[in-house]
């Protein structure tokens, strides 16, 4: 029985002990997935005591993405470029770790139609997430990407990180920017802050919306724009796909996306 694990804060909600409980099934695969609450104190301690104790692989959430990225001894590439981890296995006593959440959004956001050429992308948020979401989407070189969150500080690391001119702070470009696509990455937003973000955001009958979060929750920002754009989804395609990635990553297989999807859904 090879063990596997979700570690995060506020994971009693998460769809991924379902998803790869159908992935493990499907390909058959002798697997127990444990899922681990912690605090960012006990974060490490959590993470070496299930790979002391014969883990193998172990997906991260927030909010641990990035300073889960110096526990492990090796890096993929992805990884290594945005600095932050989402996924490991232990292989040979190393841990390994990967990022699949950009490349699973970017799959979900052209399986979709909600990326083309010449895109404006407004992101709102600065969490663990961003920077494998913009690593992934700057592989589309027309588009720009703009950021947008409540803390300018961390915004403008993102952006220095990176060092890319088609990186910008959108709250210093023009008043009334038009987003062909806008990308809701947190999940705590006050109405004062819509009120803010509509001084210098547009909104037109084109504008498209995509929602990270995969839950029936409402955020402020879902409940505001969802009214006002062309065409709205939530994050749930883009969990498949990473979910997807990871279970590539930990047993070269990657899996059939749409029949596991109406596997999950049938059981539901």
Known sequence: MTKFALIGKNIEDSLSPSIYKVFFEYYNKKSDYLCISCSKKNFFYYIKKFFLNDGFGMNITSPF???????????????IKCRSVNVIKKINGFLIGDNTDGIGLLQDL???????????????????????IVLSLMSFKSIKIFLHARNARKIKEIQNFFGN???????????????????????????????????????????????????????TYS?????????????????????????????????????LKKILYKHK
């Open 110 to 132: 052209v399986k979709i139609g909600f990326l083309k050429k010449n895109y404006k992308i407004l992101i709102l948020g600065s969490g663990g997430v961003i920077k494998s």
């Open 165 to 219: 001119r088609n990186i910008q702070i959108a709250d210093t470009c023009k008043k009334n920017q038009i987003y062909n696509l806008i990308i809701q990455a947190t999940s705590i937003v006050s109405y004062r802050e819509i009120q803010n973000l509509t001084k210098f955001v547009k909104i037109s009958k084109n504008t498209l919306f995509y929602d990270l979060n995969y839950s029936n929750k409402k955020t």
């Open 223 to 259: 409940s505001y724009y969802k009214k006002k754009v062309k065409k709205y989804t939530n994050g749930i395609g883009m969990l498949f796909y990473q979910a997807a990635h990871a279970f590539f990553f930990w047993n070269g297989i990657f899996p059939n996306i749409e029949i």
């Open 65 to 79: 993405k990035n300073i889960s990225y110096s526990i492990c001894d090796f890096h993929t590439e992805r990884s």
